[in-house]
């Protein structure tokens, strides 16, 4: 496969920042949630240790807001995960750094986010 798409770009420096993006949202992925076993594009957060005996009643809602608080974060390194692995899609089929509106995403925008999948302009939108 060639490492060009219509518009001339060169997608090789791009996918190497992505599949390097994906490998490090997936280690930290890995240090709160785990893959389901059912569905293993989706992640799960690892509960966390709960002692039924604490009498504490402050202690149980720090447990339970420290659990609200890592779900958060495994919520939008999934999110990213997912845009980067579609952008990795688009990189193959060669519609990499196309806007969804059909015109070209610049440059400096993939440098800045190279999972994005719309031009500067219709960012807007």
């Given at each position: ?103 070209k ?14 031009c ?6």
């Amino acid at each position: 496969m060639t490492n060009k798409i219509s518009n001339g770009m060169d997608t090789k420096h791009f996918k190497t920042k992505l599949e390097d993006e994906k490998k490090k949202l997936e280690e930290g992925l890995s240090k709160i949630a785990h893959k389901d076993p059912k569905d293993p594009d989706n992640w799960e957060t690892d509960p966390e240790e709960l002692n039924i005996m604490a009498s504490d009643k402050n202690e149980v809602a720090d447990v339970f807001e420290e659990s609200a608080n890592k779900e958060g974060v495994e919520i939008e390194l999934e999110e990213r995960l997912n845009r980067v692995k579609v952008a990795l899609r688009r990189i193959e089929d060669g519609t990499y750094g196309v806007c969804k509106e059909g015109c070209k995403i610049e440059e400096k925008r993939l440098e800045a986010n190279p999972a994005a999948e719309t031009c500067i302009e219709h960012a807007k939108y």
